[in-house]
């Protein structure tokens, strides 16, 4: 197969560079989108409220007694617990959820905490399952009685052989777990909260859980894999290769077209008097004898011993013909670019 013109190689490689250029592009933004970190927004709150009900008495006008008191124990009947949990998704999603109400009582020797001397576990609510779909995760326990002296009679029996020092921790656990379409991924949140009741006292005093307020985002954690990693690396070497080879066949281009048209305005400047211009391509008429010298000055020499003028045919911007007529006698030379590549 004969040698590709260089301006078909061009046109060949533009159209490989603008190509790979669309490719390269596309595969950059596929990344970026792959990449890019999706979001669901949440608003997360958990509280916990208590009302101390007392004993028949002579001190309260008031059979229940808000927050912010220190207690005389004799008098608690029941604490009144309610529990809140809400946690709000900007996504509608299928999720399992748990919850349960748990006591924990522990009984310690007032000269040594170091480990107790009596464990209990109490179900106070089993544990509660459900799968549901929605935005809002809620749960509400209201009225929750947690009646004081079933568990300080417990710790009342210690007295007769040591100081008991005893407590009671209400614990309430929420546990859930979905599928976040949006994200991609499993999302989930575990909460718990502690109410503890102080027993064996003449005078408890109660910690109110502190309520729990958050918000923020969930992202995904999106991966792109090796393979689409070595495809936008080979894509942008080949793109650099075939810029590069753009750019040397230009200089190469570059640099024959100024040797080519510097001998050629070289010819016509030195040899002026001998040379005429004529308008379109060489042909040779039926009949006429075509002869190729081998060179300009050949042809020069033809020129000075016929004394004929010797015209200058130009072909096209690669290639020039030099022609003098001498009856049916043709004599010519042809000057081409790639000559001078």
Known sequence: MGKIKDNIKIIIYCILIIIFIVLFIFEINYGKNHLARNS???????????VTYLKDNSHYDSNFLENDYNYVSNLIDYFNLDFNYSYVLSENINYNLDYELKGYLDVYDSDNSAKPIEKR????????????????????????KIFYDEYNNVV???????????????????????????????????????FEIPLS??????????????????????????LYILLVIITGICLVLLIVNLVILMTRISKS????????KKILREF?????????????ERGEKTIEVSDFMELMDVHDNLHEPIIYYKTNVNKCTFVVRNGKD????????????
């Open 40 to 50: 669901i927004s949440y608003n997360k709150e958990a509280q916990l409220n208590y």
């Open 121 to 144: 576990e109490y179900t106070l609510l089993d544990k509660v399952s459900e799968e549901k779909t929605g935005q809002v995760i809620n749960i509400e326990l209201f009225n929750q």
């Open 156 to 194: 009342q029996t210690w007295k007769r052989e040591l100081n008991p020092n005893a407590s009671l921790k209400i614990v309430f656990n929420v546990n859930w777990s979905g599928y976040s379409k949006e994200l991609e991924k499993e999302i989930s949140d575990s909460y718990s909260s502690t």
């Open 201 to 226: 006292e003449k005078i408890i005093t109660i910690t109110k859980p502190e309520k729990i307020t958050s918000s923020g985002y969930l992202y995904s954690n999106k991966s792109i894999g090796i």
């Open 257 to 264: 077209k100024s040797k080519y048209e510097q001998k050629i």
């Open 272 to 284: 002026d008097r001998a040379i005429t211009e004529a308008k379109g391509k060489f042909k040779a």
């Open 330 to 341: 043709i004599y010519y030379t042809v000057i081409k670019r790639e000559d001078y590549e």
